[in-house]
């Protein structure tokens, strides 16, 4: 069984300044890794993934993560924040493999403060 | 446009009864997925479906049934014996490598 723990519930920023949302997760076999945005009353949108291959991944809005095998860690970045960007952040894991059974953290409610 | 679509917005339910809310994709994804999303939670599965006639229980499946009689269309019906029902309902459809969400059902009960 997968587990996915985000560390912090809600994380507050001023405009422009640098942000990192962590995300930990627990899991016996190999996973795919997910990023996902969701805005008031909507759906959720994929910010990025991470398959394989280069551990540094780049997504839209200028969010990147890092996959970190040895700490089961990937955690969100972006290097300055627009007041668009106050959402809700989930990370999410899948198996490899089998259906796209994805387990979710339970979000990060990021604040952009002017 | 391609995509998912679930119907109604938002929708509310007396105690006691069972409703119906509609998950309809055209992605031609043979997967789709029901979520339930509450304050502080996360989103935890309800069912999911790989295959037409064919379904499996996810976490919280107690008090909510599916149905997947077209590879289109993946109603799911909230029973009364859910007992909190009062939820942000999200139904997504995928591939191997990526999930697609639906906009959502905000499901209320009076």
């Known amino acids: 069984a997968q587990s996915v723990t985000q560390l912090d519930s809600q994380v507050p920023v001023f405009e422009e300044a640098p942000v990192e949302l962590r995300c930990n997760y627990s899991s016996s076999v190999s996973v795919y890794l997910f990023w996902y945005v969701q805005y008031p009353n909507q759906g959720l949108q994929l910010l990025l993934k991470?398959?394989?291959?280069?551990?540094l991944v780049k997504g839209i809005n200028g969010f990147e993560a890092e996959f970190n095998k040895s700490q089961t860690s990937f955690h969100l970045r972006k290097p300055s924040v627009h007041i668009s960007d106050t959402a809700e952040y989930f990370c999410?894991?899948?198996?490899?493999?089998?259906?796209?059974?994805?387990?979710f953290g339970q979000g990060t409610r990021l604040t952009i403060n002017p | 446009d391609g995509g998912i679509t679930q119907s109604p917005k938002y929708l509310f339910r007396k105690e006691g009864q069972n409703v119906t809310l509609s998950c309809e994709q055209n992605l031609n994804h043979d997967a789709m997925y029901w979520y339930r999303q509450d304050p502080g939670q996360g989103l935890r599965l309800i069912y999911y479906s790989q295959i037409v006639n064919d379904f499996q229980k996810g976490d919280i499946a107690e008090g909510y049934s599916v149905s997947r009689e077209k590879k289109e269309s993946f109603p799911l019906t909230v029973t009364s014996a859910q007992k909190n029902p009062t939820a942000f309902y999200l139904c997504?459809?995928?591939?191997?490598?990526?999930?697609?969400f639906g906009q959502g059902t905000r499901l209320t009960v009076v």
């Open positions: 999410a894991v899948s198996p490899l493999g089998g259906a796209q059974k994805l387990v």
């Open positions: 991470y398959l394989s291959g280069s551990t």
């Open positions: 997504a459809s995928g591939g191997n490598t990526e999930a697609f």
